[in-house]
Structure formats: C-alpha cells, structure tokens
C-alpha cells in the first residue's frame, strides 16, 4: 500500500483493547490474558501514564481509520520530564510496546509509523534544522493532538537490536532516528551470606517517593549546568520509577505487602543523598535477577548499598543483582565486588533527539533502568 495513504492516530478505546491484546503475544510472560489486560490497565492509570501521559497510536489507512481494528500496527508513548544542560527541565517521551500483528509484518508498516511519531513528538521549534515533513513522498502530515509536540528527546529500548529504530529517521533520512546510547550491563551474584547493614533506612513503597524527588532535583541541578556537551537525562519523580516496581507485583503478588524496595544511608549530616531501588523481572528468561532501577552513592557507600540489595535479593529468591549503565565512579569498586560489565543485547537504550545539534553529540546521563518503559 502506498503510505501517502497511511496516517498515524490516537487510537479510540477499541483500538486500544485491540493493541493490549497483540502485545500479550511477546511480552505476556507467564501471565493468562485476562492478568495481563488487567495489569496493563491497572498500570495505565498510575502517576507515570495518567492525566494524558500514556497514549496509544495505531497507523491505519486514512479513510477509515478511527473504526479500523485491523489497523496495521501501533505503539505506546510516555510523556515524561527531562533535563537538558543549559535548558533545565523540559518534556520527552519513552516509546513502548511497537507492535505490528504477524500478518500485516515485514510490509514497511512499523517502520513508516515510527518516522511519523517523530512528528508527533517533537517540539519542531527546538531545532533550526528539523527536517520538512516529506509531503510529496507521505502525503499530509498526521495532525498533533493538543499536548503532543512538546518534545526536545524521546527514548526506547530496542528488543530488535540497534538498525530498526536507528533507520526510522526524522524525515527520509535513515540513519537519524532511535540511536543506541550505552547499552551497559553490571551483574553479581548474590553471594550466599552477606552481612546486614546497620546504617540503611529499608525504602518500602511508601517512602521512596520523596528519595527520588530528592534525585530529581540533584539529576536538574547536574545536568542543567553541564557544559560544553549537550547532556540530557529522563528524571525519576512523577511515579516514572516506581512503575516499575509497580509492575513487580503482578509477576510476585507476594512482595506487594512489606517489600523493601530500595534503601538509603542514614544521612546524619544531611548533606549527601546515597540510596538504591530496585524491582524484580522474574518473566525474563535467565537467571532469576533484582534490577537496581536508581543508584546514587559515592565508592565508599556503594559496597553497604549493594549487599542492602544482595540481602533484598536473598529475600525475594534471586540469584543475580543487575545494573544499567554503572557510574563510572562506581566501576573500580563494583568489579572489586565481583560485578561483571558487558553490553545487553535486548533493551538497548535507544535516543531521538528533536532539540539543536546531532543525535550522535547528545549525552544521555542517567541511563539507567528506572526510565524504561
Ligand atoms: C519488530 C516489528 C514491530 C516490526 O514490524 P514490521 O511492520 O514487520 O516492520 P517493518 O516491515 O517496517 O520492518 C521490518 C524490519 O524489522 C526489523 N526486524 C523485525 N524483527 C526483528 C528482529 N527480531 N530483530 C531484528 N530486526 C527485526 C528488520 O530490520 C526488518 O527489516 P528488513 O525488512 O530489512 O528485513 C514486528 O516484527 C513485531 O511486532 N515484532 C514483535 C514485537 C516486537 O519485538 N516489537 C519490538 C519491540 S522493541
């Protein structure tokens, strides 16, 4: 089909049901249907996704696309938060759940709806060279809802490797796209015995929020004045971490009452934050692991916090603790301790940037797993 036929919508309610349904193919993990739908609404409506932040789009064809269930395919996009150095804070989005139906695959469908949510996304303003939307070659451009185009970056985590995304570029162009940024493991394993830390405060579901607005403000005040390169980074406040955790529970309903989420150095002069928090991915194939979503603390604290989450680990049942993107600070101290550094080969943190300067320039800080989406 020609793709100036094609356009990108909002999709309605029944075109949202229709989406869920196709994702519970490749990402239902051991959940029945009916758990997934259900979780996926339940976590449509935490702080990370409501008020409008969570959006489903379909790429159907023009002429009836707001009835069309058999719409060719449709992703998920996250506003969120950012901060940009010499800008403060600003807005972009996390990309999710791109999925195309096996019949309508390999037909140039998920492609050609990617390079159009470029124009939904981006603040065009933000940019002196943001590419022309190529109306002789799509036709007219998709219309932006009210509240989209705010957008100075939008990320996502490829589970294709790093050509797809990378080639669904702003414009006709095939390299400017999603852009692999530091796809970085760090994993131990949890020893058998580790001694418990006295000086932790346990972080439990109701008390994490206010670290990691303590971290949005330091991650703002970081960025913000970094300089000469253009650094971004996704903030952690606003429920955009603990939607992951959140997400736990519907793996292991077990740990929702109780659970120690994260923990934090007694701070007795009150003048360093250092903390961890973490959640659980028990559907991923591979050893059973606790990921650390959000990790700031100097070398010297950094072994107390890691055997807080060796012991959270024991408790929960696993055998490995997992890390995006270690600090470099960090790193001498964490291979001391055993930690093994590689490059993931799935979630592949992925950036478009729609602000001044090159992709390829921009300086994602923070790239850690709290900003998965
Ligand atoms: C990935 C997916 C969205 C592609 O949809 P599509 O409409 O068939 O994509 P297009 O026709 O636009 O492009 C096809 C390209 O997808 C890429 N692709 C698809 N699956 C891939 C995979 N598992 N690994 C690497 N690349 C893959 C290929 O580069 C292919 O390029 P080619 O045509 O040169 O061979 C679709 O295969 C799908 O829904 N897969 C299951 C869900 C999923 O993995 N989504 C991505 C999560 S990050």
Not at 101 to 111: D, L, V
Not at 202 to 211: D, K, R
Not at 221 to 250: K, M
Request: with cysteine.
């Amino acid at each position: 089909m020609d793709v100036k036929n094609l356009s990108l919508f909002p999709a309605t309610e029944a075109q949202i049901k229709v989406h869920r349904e196709r994702t519970f193919e490749p990402w239902g993990r051991g959940l029945d249907l009916e758990s997934f739908c259900q979780r996926d609404i339940a976590l449509g409506h935490l702080p990370h996704a409501a008020h409008g932040r969570w959006q489903v789009w379909i790429l159907a064809p023009r002429e009836n696309a707001p009835t069309n269930l058999d719409f060719f395919c449709s992703c998920e996009t996250y506003e969120r938060e950012v901060v940009v150095s010499g800008k403060g804070t600003m807005l972009g989005y996390g990309v999710a759940s791109v999925i195309t139906p096996p019949r309508h695959r390999g037909k140039g469908y998920a492609r050609h709806m990617m390079r159009l949510l470029h124009y939904i996304l981006a603040d065009r303003r933000l940019s002196s060279t943001f590419p022309p939307f190529p109306l002789s070659e799509w036709g007219a451009p998709p219309a932006v809802p009210a509240g989209f185009g705010r957008g100075i970056a939008s990320a996502l985590y490829s589970d294709v490797g790093p050509t797809f995304y990378q080639q669904c570029g702003i414009g006709t162009s095939k390299d400017n796209g999603w852009i692999v940024k530091d796809p970085e493991v760090t994993i131990w394993q949890v020893p058998d015995d580790t001694p418990l830390p006295s000086n932790l405060e346990p972080l439990t579901e109701e008390t994490q929020e206010e670290v990691w607005e303590a971290d949005a403000k330091l991650i703002q005040d970081e960025v913000g004045g970094e300089t000469p390169t253009t650094t971004f980074a996704f903030l952690p406040n606003r429920g955009v971490a603990n939607f992951l955790q959140a997400r736990s529970f519907f793996y292991e309903p077990s740990t929702r009452e109780g659970g120690v989420w994260g923990c934090k150095m007694k701070d007795l002069d009150h003048t360093r934050l250092s903390f961890a928090t973490w959640c659980l991915d028990p559907g991923r194939e591979g050893p059973q692991t606790l990921l650390i979503t959000r990790l700031r603390c100097s070398p010297q604290s950094f072994p107390t916090i890691l055997n807080a989450a060796f012991n959270a680990a024991r408790t929960f049942g696993l055998v490995q603790v997992e890390i995006w993107n270690l600090d470099s600070s960090l790193r001498d101290v964490g291979k001391e301790l055993g930690g093994v550094t590689s490059m993931r080969d799935d979630h592949l943190s992925a950036l478009a940037w729609y602000g001044e300067g090159s992709v390829h320039d921009v300086r994602w800080r923070y790239n850690e797993k709290f900003c998965w989406c």
